[in-house]
């Protein structure tokens, strides 16, 4: 999978995607993240990307052109399955979302700033819109990063023992079930006897219990 980043700040992703499986999934080519300064794509010489509203009030926009220009030039090389902008009042994220993202082939991220992207380039150009939650962000880098980290995580083959994606929260429309570790007991506190019992028979029977258990009091809403 390839994922092209549209930002003004590309230094912001250095910290999430150089560790642990995002890195490591890089480092297999299982996914190639290229990121893409927009303000390369500007013909301005002070490199300005944005520019005041026509509604007027406070905030800049970003200006269509040098978005134009670098989505034109990615799709030079190839085509696009998605072109995805994050937006506060996109689609929210979720965990059915990554697993279909992280099938396509070739996904562009473009991050929004200040008051947003103007209108129309959603109208005509993007493809998806996506939301990490109903609050807002100062741009879109953390949440393209949140979205990427979620479905190159989900890519066959990023982590070793598949069965682990699998078994997460929201797979099957539940929450996990908790887990446990060495050691067995802890200042009094005990890891549950069915755990140890070695019976993986009733161990999975306790974990599917669990499971159910949770969903209905943390998000009885996914029992529907
Ligand atoms: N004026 C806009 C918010 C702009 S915030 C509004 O009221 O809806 C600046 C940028 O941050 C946005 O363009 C978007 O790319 C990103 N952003 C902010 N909150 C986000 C969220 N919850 N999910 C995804 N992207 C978000």
């Not at 609050?135 to 949440?143: F, I, K, N, Q």
């Not at 979620?150 to 069965?163: A, D, F, K, M, S």
Request: glycine share 6%; aromatic share 8%.
């Amino acid at each position: 999978m390839r994922i092209d980043i549209i930002t003004i700040f590309p230094e912001m992703f250095e910290g999430p995607f150089d560790h642990s499986i995002v890195k490591r999934a890089k480092e297999k080519k299982l996914v190639e993240i290229n990121l893409h300064q927009l303000r390369d794509y500007t013909k301005d010489k002070h490199k300005k990307v944005d520019d005041y509203a026509f509604s007027g009030g406070a905030g800049m926009v970003m200006m269509i052109e040098p978005i134009v220009a670098c989505i034109e030039e990615l799709q030079k090389e190839r085509d696009y399955d998605q072109i995805i902008y994050t937006s506060p009042d996109g689609e929210l994220f979720n965990q059915p979302m990554a697993n279909s993202l992280s099938l396509l082939n070739n996904v562009i991220i473009l991050c929004g700033h200040y008051k947003g992207i103007d209108e129309r380039i959603r109208e005509h150009i993007i493809t998806k819109e996506i939301s990490i939650g109903n609050y807002v962000l100062s741009g879109g880098e953390l949440a393209a990063a949140v979205i990427t980290d979620g479905l190159v995580r989900l890519i066959p083959g990023v982590i070793g023992n598949e069965v682990s994606a699998l078994s997460d929260s929201f797979q099957n429309n539940m929450v996990a079930p908790p887990v446990y570790t060495k050691p067995r007991e802890f200042q009094g506190w005990k890891v549950p006897d069915i755990l140890l019992s070695g019976n993986q028979h009733k161990i999975e029977e306790w974990k599917y219990e669990q499971s159910v258990k949770r969903t209905e009091e943390r998000r009885p809403e996914m029992m529907e």
